[in-house]
């Protein structure tokens, strides 16, 4: 039970994770795109309500057929300012599929105050 009380104290209370990862008050996850392919549709509504302006958003999504921008992209484009978008394409291995992933970093600064 002390343990437990330990890592409540050491957790910081802003800290916002979609798929449950580890993270501190200064990170908004998404996750990686094998972990987010069922929630990333939920991160609209979850950077609304957990994350916050000043937060870096990170995250990576599967870059649907066509070559068109990933979810995380469109939300970095919601949530962020155009010019704080960091974004790369790689190539990953899910399922034994090789897929495109969009990789997504910036700085939420769109949110209601």
Do not use: H, W
Request: proline share 3%; net charge neutral.
């Amino acid at each position: 039970m002390l343990a437990s009380l330990l890592i409540c104290a050491i957790e910081p209370a802003g800290a916002a994770s979609l798929v449950g990862g580890q993270t501190d008050d200064s990170v908004c996850d998404l996750g990686s795109a094998s972990q987010n392919a069922r929630k990333i549709y939920e991160a609209s509504d979850f950077i609304r309500t957990q994350c916050k302006n000043g937060q870096v958003l990170v995250g990576s999504g599967i870059v649907p057929a066509g070559g068109f921008d990933s979810e995380v992209v469109r939300l970095a484009r919601t949530f962020c300012r155009m010019a704080d978008i960091q974004t790369r394409r790689t190539q990953g291995n899910m399922a034994g599929l090789v897929m495109e992933i969009d990789e997504v970093r910036c700085t939420i600064g769109k949110l209601p105050t």
